[in-house]
Nanobody, 124 residues
Framework: QVQLVESGGGLVQAGGSLRLSCAAS????????MGWFRQAPGKEREFVAA????????YYVDSVKGRFTISRDNAKNTVYLEMNSLKPDDTAVYYC?????????????????WGQGTQVTVSS
């Protein structure tokens, strides 16, 4: 089992920045790829970004490319999502997820563990 806890969400004005963190505990000795997903009110959960275990490969949804950066520190068992130039459309609950594979994936069903989420609200 892997437990994930997100932090760093909040209220920010359009054009601002936030940095989300996701701390993993439990079976962290296993190599996991990590991902960030988000769910806006009334919408389905969607993929945002993913990173492989080694950190050398990342993948983003088109709407955040050039604005968001995913990274990880395996020594701290933590993955980050740096969000810049935030837009009101980025408002959502952001979830961290881990999958039992070192390879990146944008598919929700391929992730095995999920955090509780952290709210990000971008005002116009």
């Amino acid at each position: 089992q892997v437990q994930l806890v997100e932090s760093g969400g909040g209220l920010v004005q359009a054009g601002g920045s936030l940095r989300l963190s996701c701390a993993a505990s439990g079976r962290t000795s296993v190599t996991y790829a990590m991902g960030w997903f988000r769910q806006a009110p009334g919408k389905e959960r969607e993929f945002v970004a993913a990173i492989n275990y080694g950190g050398g490969r990342t993948y983003y949804v088109d709407s955040v490319k050039g604005r968001f950066t995913i990274s990880r520190d395996n020594a701290k068992n933590t993955v980050y999502l740096e969000m810049n130039s935030l837009k009101p459309d980025d408002t959502a609950v952001y979830y961290c997820a881990a999958r039992k594979s070192p390879l990146v994936s944008e598919r929700i069903r391929e992730y095995d563990w999920w955090g509780q989420g952290t709210q990000v609200t971008v005002s116009s």
